[in-house]
């Protein structure tokens, strides 16, 4: 039986935190039930959790105590609807188009020697071949993985997530509201402001390789930074 207490719901929608805590809280197994809906379609169960979790606050938010409806049939469109509109999302990084083509040619040319030769092909013999630059072949080769999921462990001796290396330290005891406030900021960013913080801040790239990956200057992308960390920081400050 998931929480649809209505005393809780209004004092949720006028700003209660504890209210809203108990509120997310009681209804994670909600949550839980539709996001393993979508269990094996390559994504981090964990991640689908947080996006369902902000469909559940928007549910909150605009919930109507006067419907006779219960709060957990209201919130499941909403949470649905969030998951899918991530999964049908293009990706978070639009790698520019020289740099897409360049690591087709490398994944092609690794398959090949591969297949010839049955070792793999170094990073040196790649730019002979291609007569590029070494870190033009490693920025390439980099842009073509997959983002790696900002809830999972750095590594097994730092049990820390990777969403805590842009938090404050203050911040680390804040519960699953804070985390669900930061990808509601990330969502609100463009497409370039939001590619910008994740090659920065996950990936660890330099604002010179950033530039190159995107196709814009190191200028622009110092700019851009600037100013969005300025706009997330307010924008959290005000969760």
């Known amino acids: 039986m998931f929480e649809n207490n209505k005393d809780d719901i209004k004092l949720a929608q006028c700003g209660d935190k504890e209210a809203l805590d108990r509120l997310t809280s009681n209804n994670t197994g909600l949550v839980w039930n539709i996001v393993k809906r979508f269990n094996g379609r390559g994504y981090e169960l964990e991640d689908l959790y947080q996006i369902g979790c902000l469909g559940l606050l928007k549910s909150i938010k605009r919930f109507d105590a006067n419907y006779d409806v219960q709060l957990s049939t209201y919130a499941v469109p909403y949470i649905l609807g969030e998951i899918k509109r991530f999964i049908r999302d293009d990706g978070l990084i639009k790698v520019s188009r020289s740099t897409k083509e360049l690591a087709i040619k490398i994944n092609n040319l690794k398959k ?23 870190e033009e072949i490693a920025i390439a080769m980099e842009s073509s993985k997959p983002i790696e ?27 699953i509201t804070d985390k669900i406030a930061l990808q509601e900021v990330m969502k609100e960013l463009n497409d370039k402001e939001r590619q910008i913080i994740v090659l920065r801040y996950y990936k660890e790239k330099t604002q010179s390789q950033v530039g190159k990956i995107l196709g814009i200057t190191q200028v622009q992308v ?14 959290l400050e005000a969760v």
């Open 112 to 134: 090949d020697y591969l297949s010839k030769t049955g070792n793999d092909i170094t990073v040196n013999e790649i730019a002979k071949k291609l007569k590029i630059d070494k």
């Open 149 to 175: 999921s900002i809830y999972k462990e750095e590594s097994s001796q730092d049990d820390r997530l990777i969403i805590d290396k842009i938090k404050n330290p203050i911040d680390q005891e804040k519960r």
């Open 222 to 235: 110092s700019r851009i930074e600037r100013k969005v960390l300025d706009k997330m920081k307010l924008k």
